[in-house]
């Protein structure tokens, strides 16, 4: 158990620990098609902030057992359709914002800053021209990740 997570429900401390997948789908879906750089660079950002010693080490050793399994599982649970699957993965991600409260916020506000910095790492790891890494219009719409409020403002 992640000690930030005590003061969470079972469903609040679910989401807290897919919110990281559930950006990974947004953005690399965003386009239409989540291909498997996208997928190989969520991987790589997971195993590296583990090993990290960051305040966040402790929820990602959680998170990181059977990544590449949760993340394939998460992408079949959501329609094809990238319209459709962004707009359930958007309302999803704005449960996220009752949430600052309830934890530390200095834990609230780096776990943010890390579901952005997976937003951007993302929607750089494929695509452009040749192959030249580019955001692309549709995933710079979720980029900065809107639908959720940073805790550091409230």
Do not use: H
């Not at 997570?5 to 807290?16: H, R």
């Not at 879906?29 to 997928?39: L, N, P």
């Amino acid at each position: 158990m992640i000690p930030e997570f005590q003061t969470l429900t079972d469903s609040e401390t679910e989401l807290m620990l897919k919110a990281p997948i559930l950006v990974c789908i947004l953005i690399a879906g965003a386009d239409g098609d989540i291909d498997r750089k996208e997928i190989k660079e969520a991987i790589s950002i997971v195993q590296k902030q583990k090993r990290n010693g960051t305040l966040l080490s402790g929820f990602f050793l959680e998170m990181a057992e059977d990544f590449e399994d949760k993340i394939k599982i998460l992408i079949q649970s959501y329609p094809f359709e990238s319209s459709k699957r962004a707009a359930m993965i958007v309302n999803e991600l704005t449960n996220l914002n009752p949430l600052w409260k309830k934890i530390d916020q200095e834990f609230s506000i780096a776990y943010y800053e890390m579901l952005k910095s997976i937003s951007e790492r993302i929607a750089s790891s494929s695509g452009g021209l040749w192959g030249i890494k580019t955001v692309a219009t549709e995933e710079a719409k979720y980029l900065s990740l809107p639908m959720i409020t940073d805790p550091a403002k409230k």
